[in-house]
């Protein structure tokens, strides 16, 4: 059987900027909701996973399939309250089914 090809991508820079800025979501307009970390994430934006208890998170409602789908598709994401970009060496693919870190994300 052939391995499914997939592939990862930060949401765009814009997306977070706006959310940040405005404290709505960019594409509803929902307030957004700042909060520390209670959870690892991970931050859909530099794609690391939240330190938790440390760091504070924006969550905000988000539709990445916005003009690809007819049926909008949002859902919650969070990303660092402070901008942050991705790094390839650090970002990690987490199994669905088991949580655990498959290997870093190629670049």
Request: a positive charge.
């Amino acid at each position: 059987m052939k391995e499914p090809k997939f592939s990862i991508h930060a949401i765009p820079d814009g997306i977070s900027t706006a959310a940040r800025n405005t404290r709505k979501s960019p594409q509803y307009g929902h307030p957004a909701h700042i909060e520390v970390a209670g959870g690892t994430g991970p931050c859909r934006q530099c794609l690391r996973t939240f330190e938790v208890g440390k760091e504070n998170r924006l969550l905000f409602t988000y539709n990445p399939f916005d003009g690809l789908d007819a049926y909008p598709s949002p859902g919650p994401i969070f990303v660092h309250e402070t901008p942050c970009a991705i790094n390839f060496q650090t970002a990690f693919v987490r199994c669905r089914s088991c949580s655990k870190a498959t290997g870093a994300i190629d670049g």
